[in-house]
Structures are given as C-alpha cells and as structure tokens.
C-alpha cells in the first residue's frame, strides 16, 4: 500500500512531502486539505493534519526539537479546502480572535444531487446537534438546545447531474452547510449521512473550502487564498 493512502476506504492522505502549501510565512502557514485528512487527532488514531504540517515546517527550515503550531479551525474529515494553522502563539491568539468574531468571510463550493429551486438564496435555520451520531438536523422554527444557523448560495454551475453552488456562511455551526442543504433537498454529492443516495468512492463528499479573507494577525494586510478544487471529474468540470 502506498504511504499516501490511509487503510480506511484507501483515501489519498497528505504527508511532508506532497502537503498543498497555499501560503506560507514566518507567522501563519495555510495548506489544501485532502478528503482524508483529519485536522486533529481523533479515536482513529490516524495522523492528523496538524502532525503533518509540523513535520512539513521541522524539514524544510531544519528545525531543532519541538515545532509550534496552533490548530485555530477545522474542516470536517469528508470536506477538502482551506485550513489555517498558526506558527507562533501571537498569531494564534489573534487569529482565534478573528475566527471567533467572524472577521474572516468563508466562500464553500457544494456540489449536489438535486437543482435548488431558486438561483439564490437566504437560507435560515435552527441547528440541533445530535452527539450520539454526530449529526446536526436543520429545523425551520426554534427548538430546545437548537442554534441559529444562516448562509446563503448562488448556482454558479448546472452540470449533467448535479449542480455547483457557492456558499458564504453568516455563522460557523457544526455540519452547517451539510444540513441547511439537505433541508432544502438538495444533499452533497457523496454526504450519505445527509442524504446523498451514494458514497463517493474516495469516502468523501463534493463540499470545498474555497476561499478564505482575513487581515494577517501580525502585518495587517488583506490575505486572500483560493484553493484548488480536489481533481475529478465532477470538479474539473465546474
């Protein structure tokens, strides 16, 4: 089996020497995120991200002893795209801060199995999580223990059969996209936990961070990063 695999549904996993550095300076570093990645570590045991990157910077700058890097958000395992680690404990307290504020505006691409019926739209929800399968289900009106949840979407693709969206989240919810999505009928390509009729063969789904905005934490210029989408069919041809 090839190191790049996981033992898991054989899914291409990032490693030192094939990591998707997106950008990358004394104080951030912001990597591609693949399908079997998992940003920290979890029951499976399987290296996270974070280990990776951290080996990744230990090499290039030949750096003795232990590497600093602070995990400041994550993607979910299925999803691919941007992730942001800081290298140095300032940043991290001030990139927590942006996160936690909401200074930061997050762009998703979605593919999914069934056409939304309108172009674009304003989609409000009340999110409830359900730790027992970690799931969240989207209701239309407030429940106990249910958290609002607002994003909106615009098709930016039809292709043969499925669609593309864009998404700008308003608030960062547990499984948000995945649910508020398949409330509308409209599940990801691959997210069998929310609805699509079929896995993906890589055990991922079609759901991509794309682009990320924020002012750097220590020089205070406007950072932009857009992350190539994963290369398949369906995503090459959005």
Do not use: C
């Not at 190191?3 to 990591?19: C, Y």
């Not at 949840?149 to 043969?160: F, M, P, R």
């Not at 996209?177 to 079609?206: C, E, M, T, V």
């Amino acid at each position: 089996m090839s190191k790049n695999l996981s033992k898991s549904n054989m899914k291409i996993v990032s490693t030192k020497d094939n990591l998707q550095v997106l950008h990358e300076d004394n104080h951030i570093i912001v990597v591609n995120k693949r399908v079997g990645d998992i940003v920290q570590g979890d029951k499976t045991g399987d290296k996270p991200l974070s280990d990776v990157v951290r080996e990744y910077i230990k090499e290039k700058y030949n750096k003795p002893g232990d590497v600093f890097l602070g995990v400041i958000h994550r993607l979910d395992r299925p999803t691919t795209g941007i992730v942001v680690f800081a290298r140095t404990s300032k940043a991290l307290s001030r990139m927590n801060e942006l996160f936690s504020n909401r200074e930061t505006k997050k762009t998703y691409w979605a593919v999914v199995k069934n056409k939304p019926r309108e172009a674009s739209a304003k989609l409000v929800h009340y999110l409830k999580r359900n730790e027992k399968n970690n799931t969240s289900k989207a209701h239309s009106k407030e429940v106990p223990d249910s958290k609002l949840a607002s994003l909106d979407y615009t098709i930016i693709k039809e292709l043969q059969n499925y669609t593309a969206l864009e998404i700008n989240l308003h608030t960062g919810r547990h499984h948000q996209i995945r649910a508020q999505l398949s409330a509308i009928g409209s599940p990801i390509k691959g997210d069998l936990k929310y609805g699509a009729d079929r896995s993906n063969p890589d055990g991922g789904i079609h759901l991509h961070a794309r682009k990320l905005t924020f002012v750097h934490p220590v020089s205070k210029e406007n950072i932009t990063i857009v992350a190539p989408t994963p290369d398949d069919p369906i995503w090459n041809a959005v």
